[in-house]
Structure formats: structure tokens, C-alpha cells
């Protein structure tokens, strides 16, 4: 059984950081790519940044040149390194499991908040 559990959200003033993990179990882990995504109440779950087994990845517009994705193979875990976040980044963070860089897959994390608020 696929598990991913989320870990590391919390409440951040603008300009801060943050570092979510996923830690998976129950896959081939390198076998999978990797996401993050985010919901805000009332929006859509929108991609936030993939990568894959090989480190190639990507990323939505918003994030660029703040957000990194690196995944830890030997760990199974998957991170996501957040700078200079904005209120507009506030949303619950999930991970996700894929065949591919292109597409969420079936697995999901229960998601961890990221408030970002002075």
C-alpha cells in the first residue's frame, strides 16, 4: 500500500522559509515521480513543482526562482524547499506519486497547511 506523509508546514511571516518532506513507503520510490501541489480554499489543486527519478523537473510559474524540489532516493523522501514566501503561497501542500513529470498520479498525501501571514 502506497503511503506519502507530508511534514514541515506552519506559519511564516512573508520573506520567510519553509521545508516540507514526503516521505514515501509501500513503492518503488525510484520508480516514481514526484510532486507538490497546493489547494487554497475555494481554488483548484494546482501543480507546484515535479520531479523525477532522473532530477529533471518543473515548475508553476509562481514558484520559480523561490520554490526548489529535490528528492532524497536513498530516503525515499521528497522536499520542497520554499524562500521568500508570499501570502498568496497560503494553501494545504500534497504530495503526489506519477508514472511521469507531466501528470499528477493516483497516490496523494492528507496534505500539511503553509500559512504564510505577518
Known amino acids: 500500500q502506497v503511503q506519502l506523509v507530508e511534514s514541515g508546514g506552519g506559519l511564516v511571516q512573508p520573506g520567510g522559509s519553509l521545508r516540507l518532506s514526503c516521505a514515501a513507503s509501500g513503492m518503488i520510490y525510484t520508480s516514481y515521480a514526484m510532486g507538490w501541489y497546493r489547494q487554497a480554499p475555494g481554488n483548484q489543486r494546482d501543480m507546484v513543482a515535479r520531479?523525477?527519478?532522473?532530477?529533471?523537473?518543473n515548475y508553476a510559474d509562481s514558484v520559480k526562482g523561490r520554490f526548489t524540489i529535490t528528492r532524497g532516493n536513498a530516503k525515499n523522501t521528497v522536499y520542497l524547499q520554499m524562500n521568500n514566501l508570499k501570502p498568496e503561497d497560503t494553501a494545504v501542500y500534497y504530495c503526489n506519486a506519477a508514472g511521469n513529470l507531466y501528470a499528477a498520479g493516483p497516490y496523494w498525501g492528507q496534505g500539511t497547511q503553509v500559512t504564510v501571514s505577518s
Open positions: 520531479v523525477n527519478s532522473a532530477g529533471a523537473t
